[in-house]
């Protein structure tokens, strides 16, 4: 979603992820994760059970579409809260990862050259819950990035500070977060929780 500032203003992309260019495994590396059974879906939350742990996400229905009850899922999040009464976790800015169904198909041989970018594609159709931007960093912070596109700019905020040590001025890198807000005229948008991909980059979301 991209909520609306004046037109030609930076927007703002909090909880943002990002990415160099082609890198890989970047939920993995910049979100904290939980993997379980789903135990509860309704039209637009999931919740995962795993040793006792229940993990609720709220997403769109689309994201849930192909999800049922049995399932085995993994949900990243920028953080996740506890509530204090019943202990289980809550995802801030969800992005779900279907592992395996329920139901499985007998007789169906195991491709052992099951290609690297087949669990490319699986991350980044992860990655597309979230919006993104692409563009050059112009600035960096200890815990973000400034990053110009071809029509704006963003200002990225990590989870991971670590993963920004990777990264210089000038790189070309993708900014996925779940939505970009403007700002004040000229500035650029703020992406907190950014998830940040280098150019050929893998395995991002680990």
């Given at each position: ?39 509860n879906k309704k039209k637009d939350t ?161």
């Open positions: 979603m991209f909520i609306g500032s004046i037109p030609g203003d930076p927007a703002t992309a909090k909880y943002a992820i990002v990415q160099k260019e082609n890198e890989e495994n970047v939920l993995k590396k910049q979100y904290k994760m939980h993997t379980g059974s789903v135990i999931i919740q995962i059970s795993n040793e006792g742990l229940t993990v609720t996400a709220a997403v769109s229905s689309e994201v849930l579409e192909d999800i049922q009850v049995g399932d085995t899922v993994t949900i990243y999040g920028a953080s996740f809260m506890s509530n204090m009464a019943s202990g289980d976790l809550s995802a801030k800015a969800p992005i779900i990862e279907k592992l395996a169904s329920k139901t499985v198909i007998a007789n169906t041989s195991v491709d052992k050259s099951k290609s690297i970018s087949e669990v490319d594609k699986k991350e980044q159709n992860a990655l597309n819950q979230h919006q993104k931007l692409s563009g050059k960093v112009i600035e960096k912070t200890e815990d973000g990035l400034v990053v110009s596109g071809k029509n704006s700019s963003v200002y990225a905020i990590v989870s991971s500070p670590e993963v920004l040590k990777d990264i210089q001025i000038g790189d070309t890198v993708t900014i996925y977060a779940p939505m970009f807000i403007g700002s004040i005229p000229g500035d650029p948008a703020t992406a907190k929780y950014a998830i940040v991909q280098k150019e050929n980059e893998e395995n991002v979301l680990k």
